[in-house]
């Protein structure tokens, strides 16, 4: 919207030319989503406890969780309204990617809005039944891949590259494609799900994320730069950099009222939208491997879940004292705030991993 203007004013001011440029965008993008958190952050707060939007605790959590119960939730939802302000106001919103990138995170968290609207007002801990949920992700995993893949316009960005290796990249076929955007797009939407249940424990991780994939999204967009760190280059995709950089100021913003102890808790709302964000986006610039080396913590606790059910299942006995894993950090003893910094150190580290692997292939 307001690049539009710039393009506009530059004919009359050159300076407006600055524009143009995506880092100067994109740091735009994150102050102006930083700055509706923090300015809309207490007017959601008060309206979601005066709607009695309370989280609901599960029974068969760790009793230290018990002195939540009523603390607002639905609080993604302050992420959402945020990071789509900051996308309008600074994206190019003639980019097919831009517009995909936020109608996933939409559509995702129209789907966690009406399972933390069953938890609220049915006072079901459980919320929407699995199948619902899961159909729904489906669906809309399964659009986003059929787009990328029938809007494709270079051989790139139909392409599986495995990191670290710059001569290993395998052409996909339509049903291949489509099956690994759906399952990056509705597996990490699920995964960021599963690891917000502690204060301010899923959202770090995100926003350190969000803005690694921003650097592969800029040298993706960029031919110079894409060919010099010999990675895919997929045209219009440098535009991402807007959204990942709304998404680390609009998580940052949303952690200075999520911190332990939290004033308002993310919300299926949030991290259904943010986990299948961070898919769409990794698809997209053709890094799906390199997601799951960043968004490590997102997939141990993924993996201590399956692990655990399938335990119980097969012996009857329980591999972890409580899944998903951060649970079982805190039944043996460590204090909240331990198991969270420790985990937000695990998610630095691995982000560095990930980005080395634009220089070592």
Same mark, same amino acid.
């Given at each position: 919207?307001?690049?539009?203007?710039?393009?506009?004013?530059?004919?009359?001011?050159?300076?407006?030319?600055?524009?143009?440029?995506?880092?100067?965008?994109?740091?735009?993008? &994150? %102050?102006?989503?930083?700055?509706?958190?923090?300015?809309?952050?207490?007017?959601?707060?008060?309206?979601?406890?005066?709607?009695?939007?309370?989280?609901?605790? *599960?029974?068969?959590?760790?009793?230290?969780?018990? $002195? +939540? &119960?009523?603390?607002?939730?639905?609080?993604? #939802?302050?992420?959402?309204?945020?990071?789509?302000?900051?996308?309008?106001?600074? @994206?190019?919103? *003639?980019?097919?990617?831009?517009?995909?990138? %936020?109608?996933?995170?939409?559509?995702?968290?129209?789907?966690?809005?009406?399972?933390?609207?069953? +938890?609220?007002? =049915?006072?079901?801990?459980?919320?929407?039944?699995?199948?619902?949920? /899961?159909?729904?992700?489906?669906?809309?995993?399964?659009?986003? @891949?059929?787009?990328?893949?029938?809007? #494709?316009?270079?051989?790139?960005?139909?392409?599986? /590259?495995?990191?670290?290796?710059?001569?290993?990249?395998?052409?996909?076929?339509?049903?291949?494609?489509?099956?690994?955007?759906?399952?990056?797009?509705?597996?990490?939407?699920?995964?960021?799900?599963?690891?917000?249940?502690?204060?301010?424990?899923?959202?770090?991780?995100?926003? %350190?994320?969000?803005?690694?994939?921003?650097?592969?999204?800029?040298?993706?967009?960029?031919?110079?730069? $894409?060919?010099?760190?010999?990675?895919? $280059?997929?045209?219009?995709?440098?535009?991402?950099?807007?959204?990942? &950089?709304?998404?680390?100021?609009?998580?940052?913003?949303?952690?200075?009222?999520?911190?332990?102890?939290?004033?308002?808790?993310?919300?299926?709302?949030?991290?259904?939208?943010?986990?299948?964000? %961070?898919?769409?986006?990794?698809?997209?610039?053709?890094?799906?491997?390199?997601?799951?080396?960043?968004?490590?913590?997102?997939?141990?606790?993924?993996?201590? !879940?399956?692990?655990?059910?399938?335990?119980?299942?097969?012996?009857?006995?329980?591999?972890? =004292?409580?899944?998903?894993?951060?649970?079982?950090?805190?039944?043996?003893?460590?204090?909240?705030?331990?198991?969270?910094? *420790?985990?937000?150190?695990? $998610?630095?580290?691995?982000?560095? !991993?990930?980005? #080395?692997?634009? +220089? !070592? *292939?």
């Amino acid at each position: 919207m307001l690049l539009e203007l710039a393009r506009w004013l530059e004919q009359l001011q050159s300076l407006f030319g600055l524009f143009n440029y995506l880092t100067f965008r994109g740091i735009l993008s &994150a %102050l102006t989503a930083l700055a509706l958190s923090l300015w809309w952050g207490p007017a959601v707060i008060r309206r979601l406890a005066q709607l009695k939007g309370g989280q609901p605790i *599960r029974k068969e959590g760790p009793q230290s969780h018990f $002195s +939540k &119960a009523g603390t607002p939730t639905m609080g993604g #939802a302050l992420i959402l309204l945020t990071v789509a302000a900051s996308v309008l106001l600074w @994206g190019d919103l *003639r980019n097919r990617y831009v517009w995909l990138v %936020l109608v996933v995170m939409l559509a995702f968290g129209w789907i966690g809005w009406w399972d933390d609207w069953i +938890k609220i007002v =049915r006072r079901d801990p459980n919320g929407m039944r699995s199948r619902t949920k /899961y159909a729904l992700q489906s669906l809309f995993g399964l659009g986003a @891949g059929l787009f990328l893949f029938y809007t #494709a316009d270079v051989p790139a960005a139909t392409t599986f /590259y495995i990191p670290f290796f710059k001569a290993v990249a395998l052409p996909l076929v339509g049903v291949t494609f489509v099956a690994i955007a759906y399952f990056w797009i509705v597996g990490f939407s699920n995964a960021v799900n599963l690891t917000d249940g502690l204060d301010g424990l899923a959202i770090m991780p995100t926003v %350190l994320v969000a803005c690694a994939l921003g650097v592969f999204a800029y040298a993706s967009g960029n031919a110079v730069f $894409s060919n010099y760190l010999q990675i895919p $280059s997929i045209p219009g995709a440098g535009e991402l950099v807007i959204i990942c &950089a709304a998404i680390a100021g609009a998580g940052l913003g949303f952690l200075w009222f999520n911190t332990y102890p939290a004033m308002v808790f993310m919300g299926d709302i949030g991290a259904l939208a943010l986990g299948a964000v %961070l898919g769409t986006i990794a698809v997209i610039v053709r890094q799906e491997l390199v997601l799951v080396v960043m968004g490590g913590i997102f997939v141990i606790e993924t993996l201590s !879940v399956m692990i655990q059910v399938a335990s119980f299942k097969m012996t009857g006995k329980r591999v972890f =004292r409580m899944a998903p894993i951060h649970h079982h950090f805190e039944l043996k003893g460590w204090p909240e705030p331990r198991v969270i910094v *420790r985990f937000w150190i695990i $998610s630095v580290v691995l982000v560095l !991993v990930g980005l #080395a692997t634009l +220089k !070592v *292939r």
